[in-house]
């Protein structure tokens, strides 16, 4: 797995990136390495046609850049289920608010999710399509937090393991912000100790 690197976010001039404290995983490092995915996944996968789940909003990045990088046939859907909402602590309530188009059973399933923190979206979302009768299950995540006393959640290909600080953009927010931004980045504190 790659290292992380962190660059000065010096003399950035764009309006999305106002309240960047610093670039975690610059937008090369996250593209190479998705480029590795797509061939890895390519491989295991040939002609059974996998089903990719996105785990709405915060995946949508990931999903675009690695169902393009990827050459097999595949299908794309979309699950949301509820998350932190403006705060930057998990409520650990998780439920669904959007289901899936597609019927499942006997399918083989990944999972693209943005990031794994606590673990719980994933432990829920497992639980909930694994009942559902697929072939296989697998999880890709971008970003895997090193967090204490998380939960031990399976996730088969990690992209960036990361420290536990809380992180923004390629499709993470802060109050519905900082999506659009294309590589990770650290908040400035003073965005939250602003504006709660
Ligand atoms: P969980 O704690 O593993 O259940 O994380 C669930 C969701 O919280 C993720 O899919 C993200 O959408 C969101 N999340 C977790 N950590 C961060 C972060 O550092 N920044 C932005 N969103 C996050």
């Keep these: 797995m790659p290292e992380v690197s962190t660059v000065e976010h010096s003399a950035n001039d764009e309006l999305r990136a106002r309240g960047v404290a610093s670039v975690l995983i610059t937008e ?10 797509a ?54 309530v998780v439920r669904i608010l959007k289901d899936l188009n597609n019927d499942i059973e006997g399918r083989r399933v990944i999972i693209v999710e943005d990031i794994v923190d606590s673990g719980l979206t994933l432990q829920y979302l497992l639980d909930v399509l694994g009942r559902r009768g697929p072939k296989d299950i697998r999880v890709v995540a971008m970003l895997k937090k090193e967090k204490p006393g998380a939960i031990p959640v399976q996730v088969d290909r990690i992209g960036f393991t990361i420290p536990d600080d809380f992180v923004i953009g390629y499709g993470l927010d802060y109050a519905g912000q900082y999506r659009n931004l294309p590589y990770v980045a650290i908040l400035d504190p003073s965005v939250y100790q602003t504006s709660e």
């Design 28 to 37: 090369e490092e996250i593209q190479n390495e998705i480029r590795a995915m």
């Design 39 to 92: 061939r890895e996944l390519d491989a295991e996968y040939g002609e059974d046609v996998p089903l990719l789940v996105g785990v709405l909003t915060g995946a949508v990045s990931f999903m675009a850049d690695l169902m393009k990088a990827m050459t097999i046939p595949l299908v794309v859907d979309f699950m949301a289920v509820s998350s932190y909402g403006a705060a930057t602590q998990s409520s650990g």
